[in-house]
């Protein structure tokens, strides 16, 4: 009798557990659709002002959703296979860069383009940046208007340059893209700037900005604070600093200071100013993204790397580490190239980062923060 006892009491027992188990399922999962209740896009399409609609969200959010957010990835082939797919729900990506690599013809780039906005839409994502650098496009690719070279947009009266950007925007809006990486700040630099002179520098792009907003756009100037200093050299930061505060970083000022917020990012080249910082790149560096960018002009929006896989071979580090080491500097998105590897890596090295608290909970809500506040400005969706 009493085996029977103990047997019956012990199968009870395991019973009672059983259920306490199943409860606990239950209650987690319920505890998991109450997060699933609050979507991204209801509170996309909510009344609220902006920034809640961004606490709100940032409050749901996952860190890895997070960590997610601060990689900007570039994808193989013309195509938005399997892989490619994996490859945006494994990291859940900010956004995909389009190269060349990427460009056929328009409706090629138009399915390119949707399967990755169905891709992140079907995963639950944020609304991805999908991103392309215009002034990169080759002009051998006729499916696509032709656009004068870098160098030349300078040279054509104002009428021409709002004519040929607004027939720019709406055909890259209308195969999907979001988000366009231009107009260039820069001075003077071969094959890559528009003009030498600052204000019309400032004219120029401010005008093309004004074209992108209307056209639904966002998008990006390049590269704070200079692509190049030339022969240039200084003996301090503060002569740096004047130097620049008279050509490249005179046109960030008033673009920073006329643009509307958070309609915009600013990319973050990899030129070493050693008086100001003579151990990081600019997009390595706290003292110009941080200090400088943020602290003394007052920007406040989103700031991009230029591609990590550059800087970190300049800088003579691993990929990830160069990653993590511009979250801390202040930048909030770091753009890669379509090697998985590096995207992996890179990926590891930001969630050991936040594990480890290399980059602060403070610092990653910052950047995500950022961007949120420019993905949640809806008239531009």
């Not at 494994?90 to 460009?103: A, D, H, I, Q």
């Not at 970190?312 to 202040?330: H, M, R, T, Y």
Request: with cysteine; proline share 3%.
């Amino acid at each position: 009798m009493n085996l029977f006892l103990r047997r019956a009491l012990c199968g009870m027992a395991l019973i009672v557990a059983a259920i306490g188990t199943v409860g606990c399922q239950h209650e987690s999962q319920a505890e998991q659709e109450e997060v699933r209740t609050v979507s991204y896009r209801a509170v996309m399409q909510s009344d609220k002002p902006v920034p809640e609609k961004v606490n709100t969200w940032l409050g749901a959010m996952s860190q890895e959703d997070k960590i997610g957010q601060l990689m900007m990835i570039s994808l193989h082939g013309s195509t938005v296979g399997q892989s490619q797919k994996d490859v945006i729900r494994k990291y859940r990506v900010s956004g995909v860069m389009l190269t060349n690599e990427n460009l056929n013809n328009k409706n090629q780039v138009k399915a390119f383009t949707s399967d990755i906005m169905q891709t992140a839409t079907t995963a639950s994502m944020v609304t991805p940046y999908i991103g392309i650098n215009r002034d990169k496009v080759l002009s051998t690719n006729e499916s696509f208007l032709r656009l004068p070279e870098p160098n030349r947009w300078g040279q054509l009266p104002m009428e021409r340059i709002i004519n040929l950007v607004t027939r720019s925007a709406i055909e890259m809006r209308d195969m999907g893209f979001n988000l366009i990486v231009g107009p260039n700040a820069n001075l003077g630099v071969p094959n890559v700037s528009y003009t030498s002179d600052p204000t019309w520098a400032g004219h120029m792009d401010l005008a093309m900005a004004e074209r992108y907003q209307i056209n639904h756009m966002w998008f990006a100037y390049n590269y704070f604070p200079a692509v190049s200093l030339g022969d240039a050299s200084f003996e301090t930061a503060n002569d740096a600093k004047a130097y620049l505060n008279n050509n490249d970083v005179s046109v960030f000022k008033r673009l920073i200071t006329q643009t509307t917020a958070n309609t915009y990012m600013l990319v973050i080249s990899h030129v070493q100013i050693p008086a100001i910082d003579n151990e990081h790149l600019a997009s390595n560096s706290k003292a110009i993204i941080t200090d400088w960018l943020r602290h003394e002009l007052g920007y406040n929006g989103v700031v991009m790397t230029d591609r990590v896989d550059v800087g970190a071979l300049q800088a003579n580090q691993k990929i990830g580490d160069f990653a993590v080491n511009s979250i801390v500097a202040g930048s909030d998105l770091v753009l890669l190239d379509a090697d998985t590897g590096h995207i992996d890596e890179v990926h590891r090295a930001l969630t050991q980062a936040v594990a480890n608290g290399t980059i602060s909970n403070d610092r990653l809500n910052d950047a995500v923060k950022h961007i949120l506040l420019m993905k949640m400005q809806t008239q531009l969706q």
